[in-house]
């Protein structure tokens, strides 16, 4: 049994949009056991689900404004660090919240503790492509700056993770650049292209360009958290922006334009299909003992429902362990 400890009160629409996918994942996936950590009276409201299911009660909980390393020292009981704690005691195998992302890291780090070797862990997530395959990139935002060193093994944990959960076989993986010279980038990126062209346990392509992320040019991209984070959102607004263009263009364009969009109308949904970060899951913090994912803060149903599906997955493939066995054999 997959044991998931869940922050029921994290994230804009909990525990609602938490516990209603806790429902939906519990009715397709009998290998899994939730335990929700929250207000017990607001879950009930919404939980159906009667099998491998607890509700851990608390009424404390960290807040989207509370600073992230001062909120887990001093609020012990609040539903994020009571679930992370469960972990680390080895009551459940897994954290999903989606609330506090700062909060989150800081629990990751000082509760669940970093894989021996793991300079610094990174935030990882899968995003969409164009033909839907997707590709992982990290760090997007768990450290500011980064070295050449926690690059290179970035791009070793995030091929892992391709590897082992997505199923891809020598994941491509790419270094984000301003260019594709092997010249290009700062003196940190240079020596982040050394390390990774010499590296034999991954499949490096060398540089590639921001522009095509969403073609798939890798399977795998790594940079720096500031550039990774500022990617990500340019990427969602992106989505947001053009669908809220064509929807827009379609309702407020006559009549010529509505019927256009009736005969378009499932084309455009499967083409559109391709891009919804809701079915990706959420965001994985790799370089930890244990798995600890953020789902986005916005998330509703679909996507809760679609995190605990990954994190099922990242338990069946077992890819923590794993990666702590490999650098392990690295170090020695």
């Given at each position: 049994?997959?044991?998931?400890?869940?922050?029921?009160?994290?994230?804009?629409?909990?525990?609602?949009?938490?516990?209603?996918?806790?429902?939906?994942?519990?009715?397709?996936?009998?290998?899994?056991?939730?335990?929700?950590?929250g207000?017990?009276?607001?879950?009930?409201?919404?939980l159906?689900?009667?099998d491998?299911?607890?509700?851990?009660?608390?009424?404390e909980?960290?807040?989207?404004?509370?600073?992230?390393?001062?909120?887990?020292?001093?609020?012990?009981?609040?539903?994020?660090?009571?679930?992370?704690?469960?972990?680390?005691?080895?009551n459940?195998?897994?954290?999903?919240?989606?609330?506090?992302?700062?909060?989150?890291?800081?629990?990751?780090?000082?509760?669940?503790?970093?894989?021996?070797?793991?300079?610094?862990?990174?935030?990882?997530?899968?995003?969409?492509?164009?033909?839907?395959?997707?590709?992982?990139?990290?760090?997007?935002?768990?450290?500011?700056?980064?070295?050449?060193?926690?690059?290179?093994?970035?791009?070793?944990?995030?091929s892992?993770?391709?590897e082992?959960?997505?199923?891809?076989?020598?994941?491509?993986?790419?270094l984000?650049?301003?260019?594709?010279?092997?010249?290009?980038?700062?003196?940190?990126?240079?020596?982040?292209?050394?390390?990774?062209?010499?590296?034999?346990?991954?499949?490096?392509?060398?540089?590639?360009?921001?522009?095509?992320?969403?073609?798939?040019?890798?399977?795998?991209?790594?940079?720096?958290?500031?550039?990774?984070?500022?990617?990500?959102?340019?990427?969602?607004?992106?989505?947001?922006?053009?669908?809220?263009?064509?929807?827009?263009?379609?309702?407020?364009?006559?009549?010529?334009?509505?019927?256009?969009g009736?005969?378009?109308?499932?084309?455009?949904k499967?083409?559109?299909?391709?891009?919804?970060?809701k079915?990706?899951?959420?965001?994985?913090?790799?370089?930890?003992?244990?798995?600890?994912?953020k789902a986005?803060?916005?998330s509703?149903?679909?996507?809760?429902?679609?995190t605990?599906?990954?994190?099922?997955?990242?338990?069946?493939?077992?890819?923590?362990?794993?990666?702590?066995?490999?650098?392990?054999?690295?170090?020695?």
């Open positions: 049994m997959k044991r998931i400890a869940v922050d029921a009160m994290g994230g804009d629409h909990a525990p609602q949009a938490i516990v209603e996918g806790v429902n939906r994942a519990l009715a397709e996936f009998p290998d899994v056991e939730i335990q929700l950590y207000d017990q009276a607001k879950i009930q409201q919404y159906t689900a009667t491998r299911v607890s509700i851990i009660h608390t009424d909980k960290i807040n989207s404004d509370d600073e992230p390393v001062k909120a887990i020292r001093r609020k012990k009981t609040a539903s994020m660090v009571l679930a992370t704690q469960a972990v680390k005691d080895g459940a195998d897994a954290i999903l919240s989606a609330g506090n992302t700062g909060a989150l890291l800081a629990a990751g780090v000082f509760v669940v503790g970093r894989i021996k070797n793991i300079d610094r862990p990174g935030l990882m997530s899968t995003l969409p492509t164009m033909d839907g395959s997707g590709f992982d990139m990290m760090d997007l935002g768990a450290n500011a700056e980064n070295t050449a060193h926690h690059l290179y093994q970035y791009a070793i944990l995030g892992f993770y391709a082992h959960v997505r199923g891809i076989k020598r994941p491509r993986v790419g984000l650049n301003n260019g594709t010279e092997e010249t290009k980038g700062t003196p940190v990126h240079q020596e982040a292209f050394a390390l990774l062209n010499q590296e034999p346990s991954i499949h490096f392509i060398g540089n590639v360009e921001a522009r095509e992320l969403l073609n798939g040019v890798a399977d795998v991209v790594v940079t720096d958290g500031f550039t990774g984070n500022a990617v990500l959102k340019t990427i969602e607004g992106t989505a947001k922006s053009i669908v809220g263009q064509l929807t827009g263009a379609i309702k407020n364009g006559g009549l010529q334009a509505k019927m256009g009736l005969l378009i109308k499932s084309t455009l499967t083409a559109l299909g391709t891009m919804d970060y079915k990706a899951g959420g965001a994985v913090l790799l370089g930890l003992k244990a798995p600890v994912i986005h803060g916005s509703d149903a679909t996507a809760i429902y679609y605990i599906k990954q994190v099922r997955t990242m338990l069946q493939s077992d890819v923590v362990q794993k990666s702590v066995e490999k650098f392990s054999v690295v170090e020695e």
